[in-house]
């Protein structure tokens, strides 16, 4: 909701009081709330939902009088009910709405003399406040401050982090694997067949980013089609990559490997069930995407999974290609993020506007880690914001950390180049949170990431003395 977020604290006249919190929106162009309840002034609440206040003949005299008066929402504007609580003595107005809370909007300069302090509220609420705390109910309204640090930035952290050292550290097993079969010519075609590997060339990194864009650009005038097909897309491809990442934990365990023929081959029962399983997870979370309460969870495992499968499949093959992709992918956030809100029409970045659902749309793109805030709040009150960090803020630095630790394996240089930069990618989230904070607005990861990682990867390498190697990869000849 785009509007003034507050918080009712209602306190019941029972033995011990029964004290709750509910939401309400007001237009702090018009009032200013308390900042927190030892400034707020409590009030008797007065229950007067059976009329909608557009008229000083609805209420009997004297009834208003110093309490805080509740009505329904009706045809009448909020500044006119305002001003006849006023005139009749009350000294707060709570609106009860049964449609979704919008924000305040009329026009003060034709009710200066108004200052009453008026709410929009639930309706459900005030039924929930009757059935709660009684009859007799003192209420107050404060507004708190967001808090400038919420926990559940910790929880992307550890997520992100997790994800791009599992995925970098599974890149690495399978060159490994590939190193082996390279040096021993029985199990050269068997781990032909496996591969499922994609090089990016300069060339191929360069169309990756210029269909980066245009396909940005064509969700951000067609959201509300498009937003369907990468919604089918995310649950075809995150079910492959539970599957593929399952299947690797799976085939490590030495149980279940009972097989059935089937069109001339044999295929394991616990894999069949295990495709059943992944397909049955993305066909969950598409029907129930919207329910906030826990479908995040879902899209967050699903979303892990496909981008360990991404960073394991998709192999930078030098240095050099992690530099161009990188680079370019900056340049792309920061122009996307910061540069756009001088372009469009209303002044907003096109890169924030379609994560968040360009003019309100209520499908999301399930491109993001999703972690809904911690911290108490207005906020958390009347909806439930969420942390985001998007799928491309771990896959591209986890493509350069993936590519350090299958050069460690080539050139068994003791994961040197796989730890420092896993540890300079979260030193660079933790450098994004800090940015977050003080300048309250989204952020383009990339922005903190690439150059933590591609400098802390290029001193290591200085350092070492195999700048050269490290830049032209497995192709490089001493």
Not at 441 to 458: F, K
Request: net charge positive.
């Amino acid at each position: 909701v785009a509007a003034d977020e507050g918080i009712l604290h209602t306190v019941g006249n029972g033995v011990p009081p029964v004290a709750k919190d509910y939401c309400i929106i007001y237009n702090s162009n018009w009032i200013s709330l308390p900042k927190s309840l030892d400034n707020a002034t409590f009030r008797t609440l007065e229950n007067l939902t059976s009329t909608v206040l557009c008229n000083n003949s609805e209420i009997p005299s004297g009834l208003m009088k110093d309490k805080a008066v509740v009505v329904m929402r009706g045809n009448c504007t909020f500044l006119e009910k305002a001003r006849i609580a006023q005139n009749s003595g009350a000294k707060m107005l709570l609106i009860a709405s049964k449609p979704r809370l919008s924000p305040l909007s009329d026009n003060k300069t034709d009710f200066e003399d108004v200052t009453l302090p008026v709410a929009l509220i639930r309706y459900n609420d005030i039924v929930d406040m009757q059935l709660m705390l009684g009859n007799e109910v003192n209420v107050t309204m404060y507004s708190p401050p967001l808090p400038e640090f919420d926990c559940s930035m910790v929880v992307i952290f550890l997520i992100a982090v997790f994800t791009v050292a599992l995925g970098g550290y599974w890149s690495g097993v399978a060159e490994l694997e590939n190193l082996k079969a390279i040096a021993s010519p029985g199990e050269r075609e068997t781990r032909r067949k496996k591969e499922e590997n994609v090089t990016f060339t300069p060339v191929t990194v360069i169309l990756f980013v210029v269909i980066c864009c245009v396909m940005l650009v064509l969700l951000y005038f067609f959201y509300k089609w498009l937003v369907y097909v990468i919604i089918s897309v995310f649950c075809l491809a995150s079910a492959m990559s539970l599957y593929n990442c399952l299947a690797a934990l799976i085939g490590e365990i030495p149980f279940g490997q009972c097989r059935i023929a089937c069109c001339n081959k044999s295929i394991e029962v616990r894999l069949i069930f295990l495709a059943v399983f992944c397909i049955a997870a993305a066909v969950v979370w598409a029907v129930f995407r919207n329910e906030d309460r826990w479908a995040w969870i879902l899209q967050d495992i699903l979303g892990v999974a496909f981008c360990l499968n991404f960073i394991k499949t998709l192999k930078m093959p030098n240095f050099k290609s992690c530099v161009i992709l990188l680079g370019l992918l900056l340049l792309y956030d920061v122009f996307f993020v910061f540069i756009t809100p001088f372009i469009t029409k209303n002044g907003a970045s096109i890169m924030v506007e379609v994560a968040a659902g360009p003019f309100g749309n209520s499908e999301k793109l399930p491109v993001v880690i999703r972690v809904p805030r911690l911290e108490y709040s207005a906020s958390t009150l009347c909806d439930m914001p969420f942390s985001l960090l998007g799928f491309g803020d771990i896959i591209v630095p986890g493509l350069l950390v993936a590519y350090c630790r299958r050069f460690d394996v080539q050139t068994s240089s003791s994961s040197v180049y796989y730890i420092s930069c896993t540890i300079a990618y979260a030193i660079g989230m933790v450098l994004t949170f800090i940015v977050l904070a003080l300048m309250k607005m989204g952020q383009p990861a990339l922005l903190y990431l690439v150059p933590c990682t591609l400098i802390t990867s290029s001193l290591v390498a200085w350092r070492r003395k195999e700048m050269k190697k490290f830049w032209k990869g497995s192709s490089y000849q001493v």
